[in-house]
């Protein structure tokens, strides 16, 4: 199984839903949230569930399940949602304008600073309240603002040439939303992002069922 | 290991990256490549590589690797890309439209076929080319032309009710991208989506590079 310092890649992919569940309990009054109620809210097994908190060192009671509180707060610290992380974004096309304005980010604690473009008809426009700035200004804001996370929403064919900007700025963490693999130096991590990747396993468990 | 059928998620959701490495060796004049190749595309270990590449059942050959049109043809059957799915999507805001002009379906023989909104100023209009139709006609379209899948992205407020809609449809596989646990009959499958999940693996990653 691949793991990032010991916990699994879909574990940590899991959290976030574990994280709103719990959130959604616990505002509606709730002090206790069982692994079997987090499950059945996301269609999976509660072993999984309970093996995945397990992992970040949150202990439940026996029937009662997690404290709300302490699980929203448990896998705040794990994901370092407390850190507030900020985050720049190239390409404002459609994919990257709606990232632009998705909740997501902000509701967990991330911070999406600007948008970058070539486009002359959007730089020094808002999207979604989000500054539109030209590429010549990525290594200024980012070192200025100490910025290490960048998004990579362009076309294809600027998508090296953007990663290495990303890189002079200091970015050290992509999240690459091309198909394109990435020529960057050792000490960069890039994240491959692939929307299909989810529907392939939504297409799978079908025909498992069909079978 | 979570599996669907015996091939664990991770392996799954890496498919379509191999695909798009091998297609582009193919196209570029090259008969093998090899699962070191693969992963220093992706930046992953090549051990993962293989190992994801024999639970499809394709067969490397000895300091050569894989035959890059076999390799392609194995996945694409593999992850059901022959049988050209149909699939439609609710909601036609921000999200929607990047998703309803997302060439990464296409290119993977999706078909995605039409949107569906409330919005009267945007209801029979087509966006990215696709038809943008009232919620009205879902019914009667996904009969008519046996489509079985939707996506969901529509405001979270709004998510039940077409989720029961779809169901009402003939929908059986639901892409939900609401952070909305949906209610659903036991024989339709959700697959939640969350995109913040691959920025928290990027993170947890940099985390442990930094430590």
Chains 1, 2 share one sequence.
Request: charged share 20%.
């Amino acid at each position: 199984m691949k793991t990032v310092d010991g916990t699994s890649i879909e574990t940590i992919r899991r959290l976030p839903a574990y994280y709103g569940i719990a959130q959604k309990f616990y505002a509606e009054g709730a002090t206790y949230v069982s692994s079997v109620a987090i499950a059945s809210h996301l269609n999976i097994d509660s072993i999984i569930v309970r093996k995945d908190i397990q992992q970040i060192g949150i202990e439940g009671k026996p029937k009662l399940g997690y404290e709300a509180s302490a699980l929203v707060d448990g896998i705040a610290e794990f994901l370092g949602w407390n850190r507030k992380d900020r985050l720049i974004l190239a390409g404002c096309g459609a994919l990257g304008s709606a990232l632009l304005g998705y909740s997501g980010f902000k509701s967990r604690g991330y911070d999406l600073v600007a948008g970058f473009d070539t486009n002359p008809s959007i730089i020094g426009t808002q999207i979604h309240g989000k500054d539109i700035l030209p590429l010549s200004k990525m290594i200024d804001l980012c070192l200025r603002m100490h910025i290490t996370i960048g998004i990579i929403a362009v076309p294809s064919s600027a998508a090296q040439s953007v990663a290495d900007l990303m890189v002079k700025s200091g970015i050290i963490g992509i999240w690459n939303f091309t198909p394109v693999p990435l020529k960057v130096p050792q000490e960069v991590i890039v994240q491959q992002e692939d929307l299909v990747s989810s529907l392939v396993i939504l297409l799978k468990k079908l025909e498992k069922e069909m079978a």
